[in-house]
């Protein structure tokens, strides 16, 4: 259930994400089991992220400039976009350390889905914010494509909308509304959500796909629900695959993150 993502100026041939639930994709997405495939070694974390404090702070992410910078440097990566990724690590660690999730593996997503926030010339606003909105093409079940209805706007348009893949980490509609998460909520309010590893029916927490600090977090919460210990192959690999059942696609944020953890 994957469709075609257009190529664009640095942005390497990919697959939309997120395209079925959770629930059936952990069960396809054991993709050493079921295409004979070895699992590939991990990249590494990338590093540690600094400490930082995430209850009663009013700008959590500040205190990750100092740390992105030189990354951002080194790697051609949007400082901003390097401090979501960061906080979304250290929220994760937090919450679930047993997951250990790296900043590299959320970079090597972002840099195949949408080169960092920056396809069709989208930029990040100082609240994370990436404007235009990306977007994926209709998923209308033509040329390949998987066949997804967005019923909130259906119900809104009156006739048949099909849903597009959102912001800079590629989520559908659904996806979203299941794991998405406002990052800039305090993290004592959080906590629970982060914590339980499970998606919600409703949340009024759930912020925008758009925002690139939400979908760091909502994507970290995705990929460690999925894979479990992602400092092993097997659940490295399953993560990537539940994100995306492909294993060119494994292959493509495999690459990208170990680039990224070389010179961490």
């Known amino acids: 259930m994957t469709s075609s993502y257009p190529r ?3 942005v390497m041939t990919a697959r939309w994400a997120l395209l079925v639930p959770v629930v059936a994709v952990v069960l396809a997405g054991c993709g050493s089991a079921s295409d004979g495939t070895p699992d590939p070694v991990p990249p590494s974390t990338g590093g540690s992220v600094p400490a930082i404090r995430l209850d009663a702070v009013d700008h959590p992410l ?3 400039r100092d740390w992105a910078r030189p990354r951002a440097e080194r790697y051609g990566i949007p400082v901003r976009a390097l401090q979501a990724y960061g ?3 250290v929220a994760m660690a937090k919450a679930q350390p047993g ?3 790296g900043w590299v593996t959320l970079a090597g997503i972002a840099r195949v889905e949408s080169d960092h926030a920056r396809f069709g010339g989208a930029t990040i606003a100082a609240d994370g914010l990436v404007r235009p909105p990306i977007r994926g093409i209709a998923l209308n079940g033509t040329g390949g494509n998987a066949l997804i209805v967005d019923p909130i706007a259906t119900a809104r348009a009156g006739h048949t909308v099909y849903a ?8 559908i509609p659904d996806t979203w509304k299941r794991w998405g998460v406002r990052a800039s909520t305090d993290y004592d309010t959080l906590a ?3 914590e339980s590893g499970k998606p919600a029916a409703t949340s009024n927490l759930s912020g925008s796909a ?8 909502a994507a970290g919460r995705y990929l460690c629900a999925a894979g479990g210990d992602l400092a092993t192959a097997r659940g490295w690999r399953q ?3 539940a994100y995306n059942h492909s294993t060119v696609y494994v292959n493509q944020v495999r690459s990208a993150a170990m680039g990224y953890g070389s010179a961490a």
Do not use: E, S, V, W
């Not at 758009?210 to 977090?217: C, Q």
């Open 8 to 10: 664009g100026r640095g």
């Open 99 to 101: 997951c250990h999730l």
């Open 62 to 64: 500040d205190q990750l």
């Open 164 to 171: 597009r893949a959102m912001g800079p980490f590629q989520f």
């Open 210 to 217: 758009d925002n690139i600090d939400d979908a760091a977090l």
């Open 239 to 241: 993560a990537i695959l």
């Open 192 to 194: 629970k959500t982060l």
């Open 87 to 89: 906080y979304a690590t």
